[in-house]
């Protein structure tokens, strides 16, 4: 994986954008030769229109993003990337229609756009083909060699047959620290010199996959291959890397304490995200007040009640905050006490299921977005009944606290609407991500990838 400001992105996923972003500049300037053509003009030099060319190319790939063009479905499914791929050009030219009718003459003539959604469209789909071909192969993954035959060294096993998986295991090595659960694991005492083991199969990174550390762990033998340019990684972080998230079942404080991620440089991150919240907020609030007030006249006349919801919520640090919300369930939906909603939950009102699929409930919280309680990007915030109850039943669960709420987050855009402990255990592990290794750049991702969760209501309840 390439780490890219402290975010991990797979080889598979940057080689897979890289392509694209060539085929719709070629796309673009194929588009332009053909319509130059029917007019009877000339082409003139690239130089000319590089800012248009370069401006359709990046508003399609940013479309392909927001809508989960390289996410892990499409990754496996050439049917679901087909279809989200016709989503995104779809949205991107439309994007750029309004643009060229703002700024007539600053992008694409909107009659050459129609060939450049057709060009893109082939040309896109014939890359994919064909990329996919190579990346299906060996070829384009690190060769792994785990330290361990044990329920890590399975886990890991199961983690690189995934389609999406950047790496591929050439060997298990069992160490005798307990029960042997990879069967075909070679024993240590059957490699003389593990240098050369490693060399001879090619591996390009080690794995530390030991249930017990305690007189397993070869020093020696580690600072042999680390000396001969193998990357040697633990199995926390290595997990952290290929899944996005921090896996709760095998991390230790020390871990948290020794491995990279909580410094001091978000400091500015911080500034700058504080000063996107404020502009944004106010722009948002502007544009959306017609919405909301439409919305909140049509929960009035759906069911008695307020339009409104206030409730308490738990944010920076562990204070308390009012969100507000337009409500989607009954006025009476709390009077046997707090829970979490359930799937298909009598509570919620008729024109409640239309804006929690579509998100329209969470607007008004934009508000506290601009007062600075929260923030558009960060861990969903909690009713103090449900934290007190989780920083009880979950480790670490108070870390997610150490950054502001969030409208949307890291967890609420890789893993759906929760109900349970269970869940709520899961999306710990993306929230301690998030919080371990936001910047920007996360942030700016994140947000992209809301308009996927949106569009197909992923994780609406």
Same mark, same amino acid.
């Given at each position: 994986?390439?780490?890219? $400001? ?44 590089? +800012? !248009? ?61 129609? =060939? ?12 994919? +083909?064909?990329?996919?071909? $190579? ?36 060997? =298990? ?88 991620? $909580? ?87 008729? %024109? ?8 329209? *409930? ?21 009713? !103090? ?21 969030? %409208? ?7 893993? !759906? ?13 993306? *929230? +301690?991500?998030?919080?371990?290794? =936001?910047?920007?750049?996360?942030? +700016?991702? %994140? ?15």
């Amino acid at each position: 994986m390439i780490r890219l $400001f402290k975010h991990y992105i797979p080889h598979a996923v940057l080689l897979l954008g890289m392509v694209d972003l060539v085929l719709l500049l070629l796309a673009g300037e194929f588009a332009w030769h053909l319509r130059a053509s029917q007019i009877g003009t000339g082409v003139g030099v690239i130089s000319e229109r590089l +800012l !248009p060319l370069g401006g359709f190319a990046l508003t399609i790939w940013i479309a392909m993003i927001a809508v989960g063009v390289y996410g892990s479905d499409a990754l496996r499914s050439m049917r679901y990337a087909c279809a989200r791929l016709l989503v995104a050009i779809s949205m991107g030219i439309i994007a750029l229609s309004v643009i060229d009718f703002i700024a007539p003459g600053a992008t694409f003539w909107r009659s050459t756009l129609l =060939y450049a959604m057709g060009f893109s469209i082939v040309m896109l789909i014939f890359g994919r +083909l064909l990329v996919s071909a $190579f990346l299906g192969t060996s070829a384009f993954r690190r060769r792994v060699l785990v330290l361990g035959a044990g329920e890590r060294a399975e886990r890991l096993r199961k983690l690189s047959e995934r389609p999406e998986s950047g790496f591929v295991i050439v060997s =298990y090595l069992a160490m005798n620290e307990g029960a042997l659960v990879v069967e075909e694991a070679i024993p240590r005492a059957a490699i003389h010199d593990i240098g050369r083991f490693v060399e001879n199969l090619g591996v390009s990174e080690l794995v530390l996959a030991l249930e017990e550390r305690r007189n397993s762990l070869p020093l020696k033998d580690l600072l042999r291959v680390k000396t001969r340019g193998v990357h040697i990684n633990e199995f926390s972080s290595f997990l952290e890397r290929e899944t996005g998230r921090v896996d709760l079942d095998t991390v230790n404080p020390s871990w948290l304490i020794f491995s990279d991620g $909580f410094s001091s440089g978000r400091m500015v991150s911080s500034a700058a995200k504080r000063v996107f919240d404020i502009l944004a907020s106010g722009l948002l609030l502007v544009l959306t007040l017609p919405v909301i007030a439409l919305f909140a006249l049509l929960v009035k006349l759906d069911s008695k009640g307020p339009a409104f919801f206030r409730q308490k919520r738990v944010g920076l640090f562990g204070e308390q905050f009012d969100v507000i919300k337009l409500r989607s369930m009954t006025a009476d939906a709390e009077k046997d006490g707090q829970k979490w909603a359930d799937k298909n939950d009598v509570r919620i009102t008729r %024109i409640g299921k239309f804006i929690r699929k579509v998100r329209i *409930d969470e607007l008004p919280q934009t508000w506290s977005v601009l007062k600075g309680e929260m923030s558009f990007v960060g861990p969903r915030p909690e009713v !103090p009944k449900f934290v007190a109850d989780l920083d009880d039943k979950l480790p670490y669960y108070a870390e997610r606290h150490m950054v502001k709420p969030g %409208i949307t987050g890291w967890a609420q855009i890789n893993y !759906p609407y929760g109900a349970s402990i269970e869940d709520a255990r899961h999306k710990l592990e993306y *929230d +301690l991500y998030y919080a371990k290794n =936001y910047t920007p750049f996360l942030d +700016l991702l %994140i947000l992209l990838q809301t308009l996927r969760v949106v569009l197909w209501s992923e994780g609406a309840r």
